[in-house]
């Protein structure tokens, strides 16, 4: 097992967000993870990347074990180096190229030299298909193509597993199968990722594994034949009727 999480939880404040979530994850996995708004996705996901501290719950991932609760500075060093995220919103620098976005994780963050992570950041925009908007600001790009620089920018910390929060929910319609087909493809490659979409159909055809997430706990998990086209819960049924209308 590449990952494996167990036990997370999470408060904000006496609202429980988290209860007991477990995630299981072999290397080239795409682990999709649907349900409602407010279910816990997106906490879920950003606990797994120390952008927010679970409160209890652990993480074995390539060999090393820690408490999620309590992980030192170097653990939390050692697992973000092994994991990288692709936000809703992309999350770029507006003042800075789509080079300077994809290089700045490298540089002020690894302490990579300049040449170096230019390297690299070109491979990754070369790999979105974005090497000749290099030198482009994100207000001088689509949405699209902000959000395959948020791709590349994640690819370019050569991560063990790359987590997406809804990648195409801030996009027009027109601009989601853009980035739809570089996570397929990313999938064809054997690149372990966990994905949050309400993209069903993409869901069906590139996953190994759906969650199914309501109210902070999984309600259903399995392949997602299992999940999607024979669903046992009610709350998986009542979740997915919404998306057959
Ligand atoms: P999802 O991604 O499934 O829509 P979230 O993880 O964003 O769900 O949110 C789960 C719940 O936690 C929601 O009720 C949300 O309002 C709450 N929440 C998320 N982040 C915070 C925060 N930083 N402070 C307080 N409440 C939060
Ligand atoms: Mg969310």
Known sequence: MLMQIRGV???????????????????????????????????????????????????ELAGDKINLASASKKEIASVRKKTAFVFQNYNLFANKTALENVTLGLTAGRGMDKAKAEAIGRKALEKVGLLERAGYYPAQLS???????????????????????EPTSAL??????????????????????????????????????????????????????DVIDSPKEARTKAFLARFNA
């Open 143 to 165: 949405g699209g193509q902000q959000q395959r620089v948020g791709i590349a920018r994640a690819l370019a910390l050569n991560p063990e597993v790359l987590l997406f929060d």
């Open 172 to 225: 027009d319609p027109e601009l989601t199968g853009e980035i739809l087909s570089v996570i397929k493809t990313l999938a064809s490659e054997k690149m372990t990722m966990v994905v949050v979409t309400h993209e069903m159909a993409f869901a069906r055809d590139t996953s190994s594994h759906i969650i199914f997430m309501d109210g902070g706990v999984i309600v259903e998990q399995g392949s997602p034949k």
């Open 9 to 59: 939880r999470k408060s904000f404040g006496d609202h429980e967000v988290l209860r007991d979530v477990n995630m299981a994850l072999d290397r080239g996995d795409v682990i999709t993870i649907l349900g409602p708004s407010g279910s816990g996705k997106t906490t879920f996901l950003r606990c797994l990347n120390f952008l927010e501290q679970a409160d209890g719950g652990t993480m």
